[in-house]
């Protein structure tokens, strides 16, 4: 048996942030816990909502302590801010850290036998829907508005943790590509490269069947032929990001990710590294090694990337050049797949362990091993 949860309502394309103030009163909201990070704060991002609810005379709280990775602690502090509130409702403006911590806010503030946040790694047995949340992405990347998972960063132990629970979906996403026109030249193409890895990782991971399937090869064409044009803030490259991007979350949302995942998480928490450059550095590394357990798929991806003549070509062949396509995206948009002078060899044995160890590993086509791990690691020194 496959499950597939989605939102309950999405809004896409230009000028969708329109219908916030009205999702709130129809759904019979009093007062908003509005959740955005300070730099959308600090340059008007956040008030592009927050003006349509001053406009329709909605009260609101702003909670901004939150981090790029966010941690227990911006958490436990969001539960605090919410409760002393008043709010009914969350609006998550951001990206994947804004997403993020407000869903752990939300689940915890509904089940709060789980106040310690560590407890809800994995697929924690929360019994509550969590406290409405309305997102309004703001990156072309994480798709967090359409995922029942959330990432966390537990600094004390130097670690990041992925929580998978259905109770945590918003119920409302706003996908509106102005939204995502500020986006600096960095970090639209790393979180539009994350957004790939999702598609990617999604369509041969273990749990892949047709209806993700489809989700994913259409995510991988979209952003194919979108993100160097949203890297350039083009219209065109922006709406077809903010697309693509979601569509891919529809999919690995319900089937899981992988390794690259896996080992992107513990970059993160090592290195403070950007998630989405992380997932780009690692990709093709990570498909190639992957490439001999994913049958006739490395065709259809490369068939994707806009490879012409796939047909005609070997396995070998369609393997490789799906590799190299993606490498090719990856720098043409700014991001080098290397980490000479980032990775620290004596690091390379507890990073492979927390990767081995990381929620998304067991959905890799291929098995691995820690020692595996670490020498995907050492071939990008």
Same mark, same amino acid.
């Given at each position: 048996?496959?499950?597939? @949860?989605?939102?309950?309502?999405?809004?896409?394309?230009?000028?969708?942030?329109?219908?916030?103030?009205?999702?709130?009163?129809?759904?019979?909201?009093?007062?908003?816990?509005?959740?955005?990070?300070?730099?959308?704060?600090?340059?008007?991002?956040?008030?592009?909502?927050?003006?349509?609810?001053?406009?329709?005379?909605?009260?609101?709280? @702003? +909670?901004?302590?939150?981090?790029?990775?966010?941690?227990?602690?911006?958490?436990?502090?969001?539960? $605090?801010?919410?409760?002393?509130?008043?709010?009914?409702?969350?609006?998550?403006?951001?990206? *994947?850290?804004?997403?993020?911590?407000?869903?752990?806010?939300?689940?915890?503030?509904?089940?709060?036998?789980?106040?310690?946040?560590?407890?809800?790694?994995?697929?924690?047995?929360?019994?509550?829907?969590?406290?409405?949340?309305?997102?309004?992405?703001?990156?072309? *990347?994480?798709? $967090?508005?359409?995922?029942?998972?959330?990432?966390?960063?537990?600094?004390?132990?130097?670690?990041?943790?992925?929580? @998978?629970?259905?109770?945590?979906?918003?119920?409302?996403?706003?996908?509106?590509?102005?939204?995502?026109?500020?986006?600096?030249?960095?970090?639209?193409?790393?979180?539009?490269?994350?957004?790939?890895?999702?598609?990617?990782?999604?369509?041969?991971?273990? &749990?892949?069947?047709?209806?993700?399937?489809?989700?994913?090869?259409?995510?991988?064409?979209?952003?194919?032929?979108?993100?160097?044009?949203?890297?350039?803030?083009?219209?065109?490259?922006? !709406?077809? #990001?903010?697309?693509?991007?979601?569509?891919?979350? #529809?999919?690995?949302?319900? @089937?899981?990710? *992988?390794?690259?995942?896996?080992?992107?998480?513990?970059?993160?928490? +090592?290195?403070?590294?950007?998630? &989405?450059? %992380?997932?780009?550095?690692?990709?093709?590394?990570?498909?190639?090694?992957? %490439? !001999? +357990?994913? &049958?006739?798929?490395?065709?259809?991806?490369?068939?994707? #990337? *806009?490879?012409?003549?796939?047909?005609?070509?070997?396995?070998?062949?369609? /393997?490789?050049?799906?590799?190299? %396509?993606?490498?090719?995206?990856?720098?043409?948009?700014?991001?080098?797949?290397?980490?000479?002078?980032?990775?620290?060899?004596?690091?390379?044995?507890?990073?492979?362990?927390?990767?081995?160890?990381?929620?998304? /590993?067991?959905?890799?086509?291929?098995?691995?091993?820690?020692?595996?791990?670490?020498?995907?690691? /050492?071939?990008? #020194?």
């Amino acid at each position: 048996m496959n499950r597939f @949860v989605l939102n309950e309502t999405s809004y896409h394309g230009a000028g969708a942030i329109t219908v916030v103030p009205d999702e709130i009163k129809n759904r019979g909201f009093q007062k908003a816990f509005v959740a955005s990070d300070p730099d959308l704060i600090k340059f008007g991002v956040t008030a592009k909502v927050t003006d349509l609810l001053d406009a329709a005379k909605i009260p609101y709280t @702003v +909670y901004s302590d939150i981090k790029a990775n966010p941690t227990i602690e911006n958490v436990q502090n969001g539960v $605090a801010a919410f409760k002393a509130s008043g709010a009914d409702c969350i609006v998550a403006i951001g990206g *994947g850290s804004s997403m993020d911590t407000s869903k752990a806010i939300g689940i915890i503030v509904a089940n709060p036998e789980f106040e310690d946040v560590r407890s809800l790694e994995g697929v924690a047995p929360t019994k509550n829907p969590c406290v409405p949340i309305i997102a309004v992405p703001t990156t072309a *990347g994480t798709a $967090a508005e359409v995922t029942i998972n959330y990432v966390i960063t537990d600094v004390e132990k130097k670690r990041k943790f992925v929580c @998978v629970d259905v109770h945590d979906i918003p119920v409302v996403a706003v996908v509106d590509p102005d939204m995502m026109s500020s986006m600096p030249k960095g970090l639209t193409a790393a979180t539009g490269m994350d957004a790939l890895t999702h598609a990617i990782e999604g369509y041969i991971t273990k &749990g892949a069947w047709e209806l993700s399937d489809m989700f994913h090869i259409k995510a991988i064409e979209i952003i194919a032929k979108s993100l160097r044009g949203a890297v350039e803030n083009t219209k065109e490259g922006r !709406e077809g #990001m903010a697309l693509g991007q979601y569509v891919a979350g #529809m999919g690995f949302s319900n @089937v899981g990710l *992988g390794v690259d995942h896996s080992m992107a998480h513990t970059l993160s928490a +090592y290195y403070d590294m950007p998630h &989405g450059k %992380a997932c780009a550095t690692l990709l093709p590394a990570v498909m190639a090694y992957n %490439a !001999e +357990y994913t &049958g006739e798929k490395y065709r259809e991806i490369a068939r994707a #990337m *806009g490879v012409k003549g796939v047909d005609d070509m070997t396995q070998a062949e369609y /393997r490789k050049v799906a590799v190299d %396509a993606v490498r090719q995206l990856a720098e043409d948009v700014g991001i080098q797949c290397s980490l000479k002078g980032v990775l620290k060899e004596e690091d390379i044995p507890a990073l492979a362990k927390d990767a081995y160890a990381d929620a998304c /590993r067991p959905g890799n086509p291929r098995e691995t091993s820690e020692e595996e791990i670490a020498a995907i690691y /050492r071939s990008l #020194m």
